[in-house]
């Protein structure tokens, strides 16, 4: 659901343009209720020009919606003591299978490496595709392109058509984080009273995001979307080779 919610928004912030809107400014916490909501006002707000995200459109039509609205409301009342019946692997399975469908044409990743070619307005670098179990990611592509990136943002790729949107700030890449040295993807988790906590993808670690140090900047974008929707780039002419 995670995913699903802020590819959605990242689709919804390519594409808005400079109109002001603030659907972000009331998420704090990224909890079943919460991405469940973010991900229906962004899909409503993006409508059928969602260049990545079309599809979670399915979600919302009938059987497929009262079945996750419902266990969406279950999990609510299961915080609050309340004993329920639900379903969890199939409802995590219907967003599941419509995740796969996206991406069986698309690339989620981050990229290494990249640089200024001599002599050149281009770049060149690798694109790590996050397919497999492995952090290790091995499913490389070489990239040549007008844009240059570092390696702590992260992207959705359509190899075939050359465009990108980004999905930091709510997503960023760490490499070697932590005593364990350990590579990670991390995603915005909740507010907390010092910064923004973000949660590893495969493992039971937080990383505060509170102002200070490399990770700064990243403060700074998600306190902008308390303010308003980012008004975030479409990222056209990236060429990815299979390969690296």
């Known amino acids: 659901m995670t995913l699903a919610a802020y590819l959605t928004y990242a689709d919804f912030c390519s594409l808005k343009g ?10 704090s916490q990224a909890s079943a209720g919460p991405l469940w909501a973010l991900l ?16 979670y459109a399915k979600l919302f ?14 999990c609510a009342q299961f915080k609050h003591g309340k004993q329920v019946k639900v379903d969890y692997p199939r ?17 989620f990743g981050y990229f290494e490496g990249v640089a200024k070619l001599p002599l050149r307005q281009e770049y060149s670098g690798v694109f790590r595709c996050a397919r497999g179990p492995s952090p290790q990611f091995v499913e ?26 980004q999905l930091t700030p709510l997503y960023f890449w ?5 005593a364990s040295g350990d590579s990670q993807f991390y995603s915005f988790d909740i507010d907390r009273a010092q910064g923004y906590a973000f949660k590893a993808t495969d493992i039971a670690r937080e990383v505060l995001v509170d102002g200070g140090g490399d990770l700064g900047p990243l403060f700074d974008l998600m306190a902008s979307l308390r303010v308003g929707d980012g008004d975030w780039p479409i990222l056209e002419g990236l060429s990815l080779q299979r390969g690296a």
């Open 140 to 165: 490389g592509y070489q990239y040549k392109g007008p844009h240059a990136f570092s390696d702590m943002e992260v992207f959705v790729i359509d190899p075939g058509a050359g465009r990108a949107i």
């Open 174 to 178: 760490l490499s070697g984080a932590g």
């Open 40 to 55: 229906r006002q962004s899909l409503d707000a993006v409508g059928k020009r969602a260049w990545f995200s079309g599809h």
């Open 61 to 74: 039509e009938e059987p497929l919606f009262t079945q996750i609205d419902e266990a969406v409301s279950a």
């Open 91 to 107: 409802v995590l399975s219907l967003v599941g299978n419509i995740t796969r469908q996206i991406f069986s044409d698309v690339l």
């Open 18 to 27: 400079t109109k002001a809107s603030r659907i972000f400014k009331g998420f």
